[in-house]
């Protein structure tokens, strides 16, 4: 078993008059990222900043690496890296001067380990570059530099991929996973992306107005919502003749398709495959010239999440 870096235990928060998190209980592991996903004002960030110290714990119990984030504030802050809101970064001076400034507001951090954070990230050759030149993907990756160098165990991370193009998410992508799978850290990133979260998560949670709904893994929150029936589409040289040659088989529903000689087939999932092969071998045996068929993936992750949210809110629209 993976060892239990971060507890969360009926964790609840008031500030003001309103209770912005209500009882939220969980784990995240060693060597895994847990994404934490939900839509805007859901309490992500307010729970990530009393993980990382920022805001008071005043319901509910948190230990990081078994430290008791109460009584034992400090060591338990040992083991925590993140980045909350914007890394902020001194523009005029260099990646390398930035992080020797941090650096020199802690103990026994070698100029070796941050030679290794640097690669870590991959920065080392824009390292001594002024940080005013970087782009917005290398001030995030400079900040995960900046959370790692202490080696904590647990790296929190709000929202690290806004404002990021598709390459500079995945490089980022890629240095978390490499952190969590190789060097054991456990990760803890959130978003309000689904789709982003299938790609970088192991395990995920689905916080939505201060309650958290569900954890578990990405692949079962896929399938425990992924739908009774699948959908194909096929081109064909003959639509009409198509059609005809497939109607009545049982359990094909059939209808035309948007684009010319294409035909939308709707099968029940279970005997998807079985159909699949039924349907092509009746229309070469008809003489129909089949070109290509494609599976449409009508229930992307990010309608699973919104079912999932709106469930929650009781089908309010979205605040
Ligand atoms: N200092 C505060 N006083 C009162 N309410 C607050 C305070 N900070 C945040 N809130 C409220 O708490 C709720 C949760 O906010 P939080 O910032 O944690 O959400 P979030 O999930 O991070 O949202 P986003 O995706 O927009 O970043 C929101 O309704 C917000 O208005
Ligand atoms: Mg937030």
Redesign the pocket.
Known sequence: MAEVILHIENLSKT??K?E?LHNISFDTYSGEVFGFL??????????IKIVAGLLTLDEGEISICGYDLRRDFERAMENVGGIVENPEFYGYLSGWENLRQYAAMRDGITDVRLREVVHMVGLDNRIHDKVSKYSLGMRQRLGVAQAMMHRPRLLIL??PTNGLDPASIKALRDILKNLAHEEGVAIMV?S?LMSEMELMCDRVGV?VN?SLQSVQPIEELIAATSPDYAEFVYHVGDAQKAEEALLGMQDVQLARGEEANTLLLTFPSHEQYTLLASVNRKLITSGISLYTVSKRENRRLEDVFIELTQKAKGGDQID
Do not use: F, V, Y
Not at 38 to 47: D, E, L, Q, V
């Open positions: 500030l003001g309103r912005i939900g839509p805007n004002g859901a309490g992500k960030t307010t729970t709000d929202e959130s309000h916080i201060g």
